[in-house]
């Protein structure tokens, strides 16, 4: 059986808000980043995925921060994935710990594997290390996998073209944008608070270079939801529940 | 007299374009990152010059890539300032070595110390770790300093409003917002051809939450112009002469 791995981060200048406080989206960077270096150590990153045509999607994601940490504060991101039990979906775990072994935040992703000519999912059992005994970790998933997101009526509407910078190594636009983009069209309290928070988002459609995005807001109570279009569909949803 | 501190970084997948190359964006954050981490290390980071109502601000700055290094691959940036000669201009250099000991990249910046309360510049000599002997190095500047940028004519203009994710620590744009917004308003051929470049950034006004800024653009031969203008004045300058 696996075990956790861990990585050490420090809040840089870059990635704090004037609050002085790393930004949701700084934070759910780096743990892409430990998911996307996890992977490789264990011989599953994208680009030895895309030497067989085939990539990494995230499909759906939750985090949950207690927190935000400081500007210079140090933490571990500590990630493993779970013993395979879906055909199709792969489930990575995050937890963010403080250098007082404070667990402060947490997280679980659900990703597929896509081949690219076919446009299908491909079987995660096609996928040695997924199945390998040695790779996979036995601890439960740390908060509760992502919830479904459903009726949004916006109240807020903004639009917002996909430039180069928006764009990934898939030439779609990076995950990280999609969160951006949401938190661009809060009130900006919401984001200088500090408050405790929790934050589903789920993935339907790929949205592309020169397209523009619909970004659709509602406020419901303490949560703020948001859904994503591109010029034909759906491209995602997502709720962030203040605490 | 003082040496040149090196850092080591990785081309995260985040870092880089569609080309898997990193991003100009990603190297110049990166050598911001060095610069702010060694500050910090040296007593006059932006967090403890903000103690007395002070901090760093960003004049110009020009940068040099022979080559955008691969995803994954490492290298370190080395930064040193220049021993003190201006009253009031700072000079931090940085050079970017491949493992293999080879320098693909290099860049100067110049820095000024601002007093908000005054809203004027202070004397660099009231800035101790800038005169002790112990900390500038000898070493020479590695490219020329930046140079003027003067009558762009523009042929494309676009606007972009300012959102939270523009803002950095002192309630300005960041800097990186600017590159970003310029390369961005560029063909996208220029950004994945991966040639060598040189890049002049003048910066000459703030911008703020809310404003709406236009980026003008000029083509002249193999030089990308760019003048970025809040609603009142030219926020900065910049050229990109593709070699």
Redesign the interface.
Known sequence: MGQKAKYNFTV???N???T?HA?I?SLC?NM??VA??DA?KNGIS??TLMQQGRSWVLSRMSVEFDRMPE??EQFDIATWINPHTSRLLSTRNFELIDTEGKQFGRGVSQWCVIDFEKRMPVSLEEIEPLIDPAYPCDEPSPCDTPRKIRGIVPTVTRQHKV???D?????HV?T?RYI?MM??T?P?EY?TDNRPLRLDIHFANECK?GQTLTINYEQRENVSMFEIRNENAVACTAAIEWK
């Open positions: 840089l200048t870059e704090v808000d004037f002085l930004t989206e960077s892409f980043a996307g270096t490789r994208a680009d500007q210079f430039m180069y910078s764009i990934d190594f898939n030439r990076n990280m951006r938190l661009n809060l900006i984001l270079l």
